[in-house]
């Protein structure tokens, strides 16, 4: 059983940036960040793979976040710049056993509590 836990969330004005960390209780293969928003469903946001070669970000991101991990420290990273008031939503750091940068949440079988992240207009 793996243990993931996020910090780092918090209120931020538009164009702003944020860092979230996720610190896992072991290692861990493919780790992801999702989102979710009030009213929505659970959304792909950025994927990483366990050496950190491979990295994968949704197209509205893309170009704004970074996905990172320090495997010494089994910590994952979300660098979040040019935050957008559509960016607003709890994030959630997943882990799973595939060994690329999957987007797909039936890939992820660990995940975090959560952190909430809210960017004022």
């Known amino acids: 059983q793996v243990q993931l836990v996020e910090s780092g969330g918090g209120l931020v004005q538009a164009g702003g940036s944020l860092r979230l960390s996720c610190a896992a209780s072991?290692?861990?293969?493919?780790m992801g960040w999702f989102r979710q928003a009030p009213g929505k469903e659970r959304e792909f946001v950025a994927a990483i793979s366990w050496s950190g070669a491979l990295t994968n970000y949704a197209d509205s991101v893309k170009g704004r976040f970074t996905i990172s991990r320090d495997n010494a420290k089994n910590t994952l990273y979300l660098q979040m710049d040019s935050l957008k008031p559509e960016d607003t939503a709890v994030y959630y750091c997943?882990?799973?056993?595939?060994?690329?940068?999957?987007?797909?949440?039936?890939?992820?079988?660990?995940w975090g509590q959560g952190t909430q992240v809210t960017v004022s207009s």
């Open positions: 072991a290692r861990t293969s493919s």
């Open positions: 997943a882990a799973g056993p595939m060994t690329g940068a999957t987007s797909r949440v039936q890939d992820f079988n660990y």
